[in-house]
């Protein structure tokens, strides 16, 4: 039984910073690309920026230069730090990865969301 579970969403003035959490647990064999999502009411959803299992990153063009994400393999954990948040990033963040597990058997795999809301 693999889980994602993420943590550090929340309320968070202009200009402020965040930082999520994602960690992955269950019987576990390798984890590839992994990334976090976003989704605000009316919007589709959208890729905010993903990470290869050799460190390559990829970013939406919106957050380039303001969020970074990086992994620790040994937790197999991911993260996304937002500085200089700004109201139009109010969404749902979402946490993906693609695991294959100790069957060798390989699955794309989404966590709950977690609302981050930008607002004074």
């Known amino acids: 039984q693999v889980q994602l579970v993420e943590s550090g969403g929340g309320l968070v003035q202009p200009g402020g910073s965040l930082r999520l959490s994602c960690t992955t647990s269950g019987s576990i064999f390798s984890i590839s690309v992994m990334g976090w999502y976003r989704q605000a009411p009316g919007n589709e959803r959208e890729l905010v920026a993903s990470i290869t299992g050799g460190g390559g990153t990829n970013y939406a063009d919106s957050v380039k230069g303001r969020f970074t994400i990086s992994r620790d393999n040994a937790k197999n954990t991911v993260y996304l730090q937002m500085n200089s948040l700004k109201p139009e990033d109010t969404a749902v963040y979402y946490c993906?990865?693609?695991?294959?597990?100790?069957?060798?058997?390989?699955?794309?795999?989404w966590g709950q969301g977690t609302q981050v809301t930008v607002s004074s």
């Open positions: 993906n990865a693609d695991i294959r597990s100790t069957s060798r058997s390989l699955a794309n795999m």
